[in-house]
């Protein structure tokens, strides 16, 4: 009935109170006048103006606490009402409801709390000022491109890509930093917010970097962009032609192969994804300058246009490799292999199978001098490994095998594991399984090669 009660109050107004409570009266799950007295006080009725009512304020205790983080935890419907009634007025039953309540948030209010006082010893030593540089190793600095990561249980709870500039904070649901706490320290270091969260600031690498950038169409993964890397065999100092900007994941790996004695040239016909790419690759080099001390190399040379009709543009120029991300390249092909150096591979970048088979009929009606070698889908399958724990936090022990009795390490391995006794080496099982989050399907890799007919 309490149940029945509270989920009913939370919708009515105080027109249908006394008619609500009179079915409720013959199961004395509330006394009616005491219970009108404080349900009218709080009522919703717009043309209700009871403000200066004598109606007895309720004295029980609210059942909602702030925790920690600073943040309220939402009430439920039965502690809703719990807050307009007064303590006489609830039963006996509402009452030791909300008492077990009240002890499963003390609960998670001491757990949080211990939580953070062993975030906080483990980040101690984090902020020595006795860090020494490596040669090499530059501070953080205002303008760089950083990655913000919160770790809690083996989980990453957040994490998220920003540019350190003056006067700004980085917000979250643990609370913020502000750039100037950032700036001037060692990368990797672990900072925490103004509610005492640790979080780990660092510069990210190149594959993170394409991964959280601002980005219109969608890129070609780094897993993808890796494989045809490898099967265009680029090496630094060549000259490799690209069609599909994008959003210029492509052609930051592209730049990186190449080197500064290389060059790439990358066509595009939209012109917003023309100008994201740009600005992707001046972000990139500016950060990398910052970072390093060095500039990152100049090589890629974007142009806004169609590769189909390209002609003038690749007039008297030869390429060590081309890489295709079009709807229809079968269609630009017969442009591009004439400047592709003979024995030398166009890997074309296929969001579905039937594009797939497009490309391959139009070879085949286009007699050019390409043979396909192969046709790949390229998959990453994470795994989770971690030592076996008990239900308590504690490392579960190995145990010499009995006949007749099968015993299995636990494979709860949520814990932390900074409050421990040290375990001798090989004491200790390990659980390891596929994650249960993995990637999905990204894209079919076509490789192409020019060859003599």
């Not at 009913?8 to 013959?26: D, I």
């Not at 150096?341 to 797939?356: R, W």
Request: proline residues 6%; glycine residues 8%.
């Amino acid at each position: 009935m309490a149940v029945s009660l509270h989920l009913g109050l939370s919708f009515m107004t105080r027109k249908f109170a006394k008619v609500y409570v009179m079915c409720f009266e013959r199961h004395h799950v509330v006394r009616i006048k005491p219970f009108l007295c404080g349900l009218r006080r709080f009522g919703t009725d717009p043309n209700d103006s009871d403000k200066g009512s004598d109606a007895p304020v309720s004295t029980f205790t609210p059942f909602s606490q702030r925790t920690l983080s600073g943040r309220r935890r939402p009430l439920s419907p039965l502690e809703r009402v719990s807050q307009m009634l007064p303590e006489d007025s609830l039963s006996q039953e509402v009452l030791e409801l909300l008492d077990t309540r009240n002890n499963e948030v003390e609960q998670d209010t001491q757990s949080l709390g211990k939580e953070q006082e062993l975030a906080t010893a483990d980040t101690q030593g984090s902020f020595a000022p006795h860090h020494v540089y490596v040669p090499g190793e530059r501070p953080i600095c205002f303008g760089e491109t950083l990655l913000a990561e919160f770790s809690r249980k083996r989980r990453l709870e957040f994490r998220k890509m920003f540019q350190l500039k003056e006067g700004l904070k980085l917000h979250s649901n643990w609370g913020f930093i502000s750039h100037e706490d950032m700036e001037g320290r060692p990368a990797g270091s672990i900072i925490r917010t103004s509610m005492g969260i640790p979080i780990l600031i660092r510069r990210p690498s190149l594959d993170e970097f394409t991964l959280f950038m601002k980005r219109g169409p969608a890129i070609a993964y780094p897993k993808d962009a890796s494989a045809m890397l490898t099967m265009m065999d680029v090496t630094e100092g060549d000259c490799v032609l690209e069609s599909g900007s994008g959003s210029g994941a492509m052609s930051l790996f592209l730049s990186r192969a190449v080197g500064y004695k290389g060059s790439v040239l990358s066509v595009e016909i939209r012109e917003d994804h023309h100008r994201g790419a740009v600005l992707n690759y001046q972000r990139w080099r500016s950060s990398w300058s910052l970072r390093r001390g060095e500039e990152w190399p100049d090589n890629i040379h974007f142009h806004k246009g169609d590769l189909i009709s390209a002609g003038p543009l690749l007039a008297g120029r030869g390429f060590n490799s081309v890489a295709l991300d079009m709807v229809n390249p079968h269609l630009a092909l017969p442009a591009v292999v004439p400047h592709l150096h003979l024995g030398s591979v166009c890997a074309v970048y296929q969001a579905n199978i039937t594009q797939v088979i497009d490309l391959m009929e139009g070879l085949r009606c286009s007699a050019l001098p390409l043979v396909c070698e192969r046709i790949v889908e390229v998959q990453y399958r994470d795994w989770l490994v971690g030592p076996s724990l008990k239900k308590d936090g504690t490392f579960t022990k190995r145990k010499a095998p009995r006949e007749n009795d099968e015993c299995e390490p636990s494979e709860d391995t949520e814990g932390d594991l900074n409050c421990q006794d040290p375990v001798p080496f090989g004491d200790v099982p390990y659980i390891a399984r596929p994650h249960p989050e993995q990637n999905g399907h990204t894209a079919f890799l076509i490789k192409l090669r020019k060859i003599l007919k």
